[in-house]
């Protein structure tokens, strides 16, 4: 959750035009931003877009063809991996099957100065932070991937470094587990104040996760911005499409006045929309997106000072907690989806009932 | 319950010991008989090929005693250590480049290339070593050509470094496939951690790569030191019968002089010496394995 309003912080990692290729592919595609100190940053992506790729540069493993990457200032061009204030957690934890639980943890602490049961102690405090107290003896092969897991956090993170780089931790783990280790990861993260990056495909996890979060597309980020602004006004058809659910719309654009544009939109009619709703022009046919739970289905004799439109229920997903419906708008073939929750006394409506859906031009965004 | 399932499991256990039964009976045969052979052999007393069944451990004494046993069997040791080291050293870095520097398409080819030494008979292999080691051979000649030295090198042949040239370019493809193996099976994320968490490429070998690898390269050590220490035919041919070894020693007392006991008493402490140090090494190395065994 990620509700803290955005104080200025200070830059941590700064992309300057950063290309990549390998051979012939363009893997990044000119990444320019910032990601700042303290910040649970997430890169979000389909397979191959190039957001493991963008970590990998930070962290040092890849190389990159032109442009800058700066970490707390500095230009890491010519600096290795080993020599860089960030640390990772493998996507398959890459725990030292060779070493002890606290052999692992206290693995980059080699060259530290510190007196060996100073060290010790330190191991010890590490595997306390991540739920693994006394379990340092362990074999590292023994531990199922839960525990892995934390291993590889608290080798990382013993380490104090300035960036923890993540490179899709949970994706191993079960559904239950990994909605467990979600918000122990934003809990360990707010106690260390150090500096996150996660890499991930499921926009979920990052939409719970994230402070920021960058959608990548083909190797070039397509909009970074907070969990609730990609949610509510994602800058293009595309981040619309992969963030959550989205219903679109064909539209036309038929007048603007005073930075408010005006639309007629196929099934539900004339809306005024604000500036905002309406992210920059690509030249692509013009829709408007609605996400389903800002649409209402009107049970008879509920009233509602929003506007409404009547439609056709042609076919309801049952989830629990929620229901799906599938309803055909106003006698068109413009079909949208939305979400009722299953309150007590409000019964699941069958497929083929009339039913009237209210909605509002504010939930509107206009693509075009 | 209980009943039916010892019944079945019995049952079970007579069939399994049928099946086997084939192998375990070529295992007797061939394996089991002959050695007990060997040491009810190696505990009679005999000469000239008359043995005399009086079961002392003679012959033993004779064999850990006597100097000229003595020093053969050491230098059989010496030999067979040698040849180990160096071919264990010689195929690790090729192991390392095949499975790290080579691309995977290439890395059966590569392996196959390895292999080539193979195709000619090993008889062969050493005659060649012969010729190129040899007092009047390819590297004397061709030094002597060109006026490097005035006279033949006496110490590249019949002597124990010539073995150890010969044999080391004889086993190093079987030192090799293992170790090969054992660095294929580390996860390359292993040593992109070793790095991240602040080591250098050559710390995170040290730490990461070479224990990880520790299995491929005991497995290398018994392969090349076992057969090695009782190799029969180099020392012959590049020791030109100077410079025997327990395996010549044996065909001497067991064929020449015709003595089977002691011929036999040299053979078991041959073996009981290479069980002792391949246990040994196991045992050592088992620290390089560390607690996660």
Same mark, same amino acid.
């Not at chain 1, 300035?162 to 899709?168: F, H, I, M, S």
């Not at chain 2, 019944?7 to 008989?33: D, F, H, K, N, Q």
């Given at each position: 959750?990620?509700?803290?309003?955005?104080?200025?912080?200070?830059?941590?990692? #700064?992309?300057?035009?950063?290309?990549?290729?390998?051979?012939?592919?363009?893997?990044?595609?000119?990444?320019?931003?910032?990601?700042?100190?303290?910040?649970?940053?997430?890169?979000?992506?389909?397979?191959?877009?190039?957001?493991?790729?963008?970590?990998?540069?930070?962290?040092?493993?890849?190389?990159?063809?032109?442009?800058?990457?700066?970490?707390?200032?500095?230009?890491?061009?010519?600096?290795?991996?080993?020599?860089?204030?960030?640390?990772?957690?493998?996507?398959?934890?890459?725990?030292?099957?060779?070493?002890?639980?606290?052999?692992?943890?206290?693995?980059?602490?080699?060259?530290?100065?510190?007196?060996?049961?100073?060290?010790?102690?330190?191991?010890?405090?590490? +595997?306390?932070?991540? %739920?693994?107290?006394?379990?340092?003896?362990?074999?590292?092969?023994?531990?199922?991937?839960?525990?892995?897991?934390?291993?590889? +956090?608290?080798?990382?993170?013993?380490?104090?470094?300035?960036? +923890?780089?993540?490179? #899709?931790? +949970?994706?191993?783990?079960?559904?239950?587990?990994?909605?467990?280790?979600?918000?122990?990861?934003?809990?360990?993260?707010?106690?260390? %104040?150090?500096?996150?990056?996660?890499?991930?495909?499921?926009?979920? #996890?990052?939409?719970?996760?994230?402070?920021?979060?960058?959608?990548?597309?083909?190797?070039?980020?397509?909009?970074?911005?907070?969990?609730?602004?990609?949610?509510?006004?994602?800058?293009?058809?595309?981040?619309?499409?992969?963030?959550?659910?989205?219903?679109?719309?064909?539209?036309?654009?038929?007048?603007?006045?005073?930075?408010?544009?005006?639309?007629?939109?196929?099934?539900?009619?004339?809306?005024?929309?604000?500036?905002?709703?309406?992210?920059?022009?690509? %030249?692509?046919?013009?829709?408007?997106?609605?996400?389903?739970?800002?649409?209402?289905?009107?049970?008879?004799?509920?009233?509602?000072?929003?506007?409404?439109?009547?439609?056709?229920?042609?076919?309801?997903?049952?989830? %629990?907690?929620?229901?799906?419906?599938?309803?055909?708008?106003?006698?068109?073939?413009?079909?949208?989806?939305?979400?009722?929750?299953?309150?007590?006394?409000?019964?699941?409506?069958?497929?083929?009932?009339?039913?009237?859906?209210?909605?509002?031009?504010?939930?509107?965004?206009?693509?075009? | 319950?209980?009943? $039916?399932?010892?019944?079945?499991?019995?049952?079970?256990?007579?069939?399994?010991?049928?099946?086997?039964?084939?192998?375990?009976?070529?295992?007797?045969?061939?394996?089991?008989?002959?050695?007990?052979?060997?040491?009810?052999?190696?505990?009679?007393?005999?000469?000239?090929?008359?043995?005399?069944?009086?079961? $002392?451990?003679?012959?033993?004494?004779?064999?850990?005693?006597?100097?000229?046993?003595?020093?053969?069997?050491?230098?059989?040791?010496?030999?067979?250590?040698?040849?180990?080291?160096?071919?264990?050293?010689?195929?690790?870095?090729?192991?390392?480049?095949?499975?790290? !520097?080579?691309?995977?398409?290439?890395?059966?080819?590569?392996?196959?290339?390895?292999?080539?030494?193979?195709?000619?008979?090993?008889?062969?292999?050493?005659?060649?070593?012969?010729?190129?080691?040899?007092?009047?051979?390819?590297?004397?000649?061709?030094?002597?050509?060109?006026?490097?030295?005035? =006279?033949?090198?006496?110490?590249?042949?019949?002597?124990?470094?010539?073995?150890?040239?010969?044999?080391? !370019?004889?086993?190093? &493809?079987?030192?090799?496939? &293992?170790?090969?193996?054992?660095?294929?099976?580390?996860?390359?994320?292993?040593?992109?951690?070793?790095?991240?968490?602040? =080591?250098?490429?050559?710390?995170?070998?040290?730490?990461?790569?070479?224990?990880?690898?520790?299995?491929?390269?005991?497995?290398?050590?018994?392969?090349?030191?076992?057969?090695?220490?009782?190799?029969?035919?180099? /020392?012959?041919?590049?020791?030109?019968?100077?410079?025997?070894?327990?395996?010549?020693?044996? =065909?001497?007392?067991?064929?020449?002089?015709?003595?089977? /006991?002691?011929?036999?008493?040299?053979?078991?402490?041959?073996?009981?010496?290479?069980?002792?140090?391949?246990?040994?090494?196991?045992?050592?190395?088992?620290?390089?394995?560390?607690?996660?065994?």
């Amino acid at each position: 959750m990620s509700n803290t309003p955005p104080k200025p912080k200070p830059t941590m990692i #700064e992309f300057r035009d950063v290309h990549k290729y390998y051979g012939e592919y363009h893997a990044l595609r000119g990444i320019n931003g910032t990601i700042r100190a303290g910040e649970f940053f997430s890169l979000l992506g389909p397979s191959g877009c190039g957001k493991t790729t963008l970590l990998r540069t930070i962290a040092g493993f890849e190389g990159i063809d032109s442009g800058a990457v700066l970490i707390d200032g500095k230009d890491m061009a010519r600096v290795p991996a080993n020599l860089r204030p960030t640390n990772m957690v493998f996507q398959s934890y890459a725990i030292f099957p060779h070493m002890s639980v606290a052999e692992n943890v206290g693995f980059g602490l080699r060259r530290d100065p510190r007196s060996k049961a100073e060290k010790a102690r330190a191991v010890e405090d590490a +595997l306390e932070m991540v %739920g693994l107290k006394g379990y340092g003896a362990r074999a590292a092969h023994a531990l199922s991937g839960g525990q892995r897991q934390r291993v590889a +956090l608290a080798r990382a993170l013993i380490l104090k470094p300035k960036v +923890l780089l993540l490179d #899709e931790p +949970l994706s191993a783990l079960d559904k239950k587990m990994r909605e467990h280790m979600q918000v122990e990861l934003i809990k360990l993260q707010r106690q260390v %104040g150090i500096t996150f990056v996660l890499v991930t495909h499921d926009q979920e #996890e990052a939409l719970v996760m994230s402070d920021r979060i960058a959608v990548m597309f083909e190797g070039e980020i397509a909009q970074l911005a907070d969990p609730e602004t990609l949610y509510r006004r994602p800058n293009s058809k595309k981040v619309a499409d992969f963030i959550g659910t989205m219903n679109f719309i064909p539209a036309e654009v038929v007048g603007e006045t005073g930075g408010q544009i005006e639309v007629q939109v196929k099934g539900l009619g004339r809306a005024r929309l604000e500036a905002e709703q309406c992210p920059a022009g690509r %030249g692509d046919a013009p829709v408007v997106g609605l996400r389903p739970e800002t649409l209402t289905l009107l049970y008879p004799g509920q009233t509602t000072t929003e506007r409404t439109v009547d439609g056709i229920i042609d076919e309801v997903i049952y989830f %629990g907690d929620m229901t799906y419906y599938d309803v055909y708008l106003g006698g068109t073939d413009v079909e949208v989806r939305l979400s009722m929750r299953n309150t007590p006394g409000r019964p699941i409506l069958e497929v083929g009932s009339k039913v009237d859906v209210a909605w509002s031009a504010s939930a509107l965004v206009l693509f075009r | 319950m209980a009943r $039916s399932t010892s019944a079945l499991g019995r049952s079970e256990a007579r069939s399994g010991l049928l099946m086997i039964s084939p192998t375990a009976l070529y295992a007797v045969l061939l394996l089991a008989a002959p050695l007990a052979t060997v040491v009810i052999y190696s505990l009679a007393t005999g000469g000239r090929g008359v043995i005399t069944w009086d079961f $002392s451990l003679a012959n033993y004494v004779e064999v850990w005693t006597g100097p000229v046993y003595r020093a053969i069997m050491l230098r059989s040791l010496i030999v067979a250590l040698s040849v180990t080291v160096v071919t264990v050293v010689i195929a690790y870095p090729i192991a390392y480049f095949v499975s790290f !520097h080579v691309a995977p398409s290439k890395k059966s080819l590569w392996l196959f290339l390895i292999t080539i030494p193979f195709w000619t008979s090993y008889l062969i292999r050493v005659f060649l070593w012969k010729v190129i080691l040899g007092y009047n051979g390819v590297i004397n000649s061709g030094l002597l050509g060109i006026g490097i030295i005035d =006279e033949p090198l006496t110490w590249i042949n019949y002597n124990v470094g010539a073995l150890v040239v010969t044999l080391a !370019h004889a086993y190093a &493809p079987f030192a090799i496939l &293992p170790i090969f193996v054992a660095l294929e099976k580390i996860d390359r994320s292993l040593l992109e951690a070793g790095q991240d968490l602040g =080591e250098s490429k050559l710390r995170t070998f040290w730490r990461v790569t070479l224990p990880l690898s520790m299995g491929g390269v005991i497995a290398a050590v018994l392969i090349v030191f076992i057969p090695t220490i009782g190799d029969y035919v180099t /020392p012959d041919l590049i020791g030109g019968g100077k410079l025997p070894m327990i395996a010549n020693m044996m =065909e001497v007392q067991m064929l020449k002089i015709n003595n089977k /006991p002691l011929g036999s008493a040299i053979a078991v402490s041959a073996m009981l010496i290479v069980a002792l140090l391949s246990l040994a090494f196991v045992l050592v190395n088992r620290r390089f394995l560390g607690p996660a065994r």
